[in-house]
């Protein structure tokens, strides 16, 4: 596996907190920062499980089903039972390695240098920044239990036609209530992306979003 949704990683990095799609994790950051210095920490020292403490599981799934790709089955499976523990540790090993071969920057030497907060569809998000060898805007929201970092108000900006493909299958495979759910959850994370990039990304880029989001939203 060679992540390229590190490439987008490489201009921005987006957390957020715990959503209807995903299950409450009780020991989430109860700030943005510690959200995003957290997944770093695990990321860059290869724990899974450490990672996916502070990211909801359909996102790590939908990520994996971008990248490999996975078929309708095996997507709706990861999606409801989760991957593999090696599965996962062998894409954030690759994707370490993509996002130092793209921005030229060692993940591990980011860190927190401060926040602003703004809110979505009624969910609160914080766009954080991140200093070290390089500079990277992270986006956070707070859920019930705290802060997990969203991967697709990070990425899905830069990923919205796989992204529009794989949600295209899935709906013409099922259209249940927890894909309804799911559905929703990806819109809002979505729309906290485009509101943060929305000065970053090119006319094509900006209109596939909004074709996307009217798909979820429908």
Same mark, same amino acid.
């Given at each position: 596996?060679?992540?390229?949704?590190?490439?987008?990683?490489?201009?921005?990095?987006?957390?957020?907190?715990?959503?209807?799609?995903?299950?409450?994790?009780?020991?989430?950051?109860?700030?943005?920062?510690?959200?995003?210095?957290?997944?770093?920490e695990?990321?860059?020292?290869?724990?899974?499980?450490?990672?996916?403490?502070?990211?909801?599981?359909?996102?790590?799934?939908?990520?994996?089903?971008?990248?490999?790709?996975?078929?309708?089955?095996?997507?709706?499976? !990861?999606?409801?039972?989760?991957?593999?523990?090696?599965?996962?540790?062998?894409?954030w090993?690759?994707?370490?390695?993509?996002?130092?071969?793209?921005?030229?920057?060692?993940?591990?030497?980011?860190?927190?240098?401060?926040?602003?907060?703004?809110?979505?569809?009624?969910?609160?998000?914080?766009?954080v920044?991140?200093?070290?060898?390089?500079?990277?805007?992270?986006?956070?929201?707070?859920?019930?239990?705290?802060?997990?970092?969203?991967?697709?108000?990070?990425?899905?900006?830069?990923?919205?036609?796989?992204?529009?493909?794989?949600?295209?299958?899935?709906?013409?495979?099922?259209?249940?209530?927890?894909?309804?759910?799911?559905?929703?959850?990806?819109?809002?994370?979505?729309?906290?992306?485009?509101?943060?990039?929305?000065?970053?990304?090119?006319?094509?880029?900006?209109?596939?979003?909004? !074709?996307?989001?009217?798909?979820?939203?429908?």
């Open positions: 596996m060679k992540p390229a949704i590190a490439l987008g990683l490489a201009m921005m990095i987006v957390a957020a907190g715990c959503g209807d799609a995903s299950e409450p994790k009780s020991t989430a950051p109860q700030d943005p920062a510690s959200a995003v210095g957290l997944w770093i695990a990321v860059v020292s290869g724990d899974s499980a450490a990672v996916a403490a502070v990211v909801p599981d359909y996102q790590i799934a939908l990520l994996v089903a971008i990248e490999n790709p996975l078929s309708v089955a095996e997507t709706r499976r !990861a999606l409801s039972d989760g991957l593999s523990a090696a599965t996962q540790a062998a894409y090993t690759s994707f370490v390695q993509a996002f130092g071969d793209s921005a030229g920057v060692d993940l591990a030497s980011l860190e927190a240098a401060g926040s602003e907060k703004f809110a979505v569809d009624g969910r609160d998000f914080a766009e920044t991140m200093e070290g060898e390089g500079r990277a805007a992270v986006v956070a929201t707070r859920g019930e239990e705290g802060w997990l970092v969203d991967l697709m108000a990070t990425l899905g900006p830069t990923l919205v036609r796989p992204l529009r493909d794989l949600v295209d299958a899935l709906s013409r495979d099922a259209n249940d209530e927890d894909l309804a759910r799911l559905f929703g959850e990806l819109a809002t994370s979505l729309r906290a992306g485009q509101q943060s990039r929305s000065e970053e990304l090119p006319p094509e880029f900006r209109s596939d979003l909004e !074709a996307l989001l009217q798909v979820l939203e429908r």
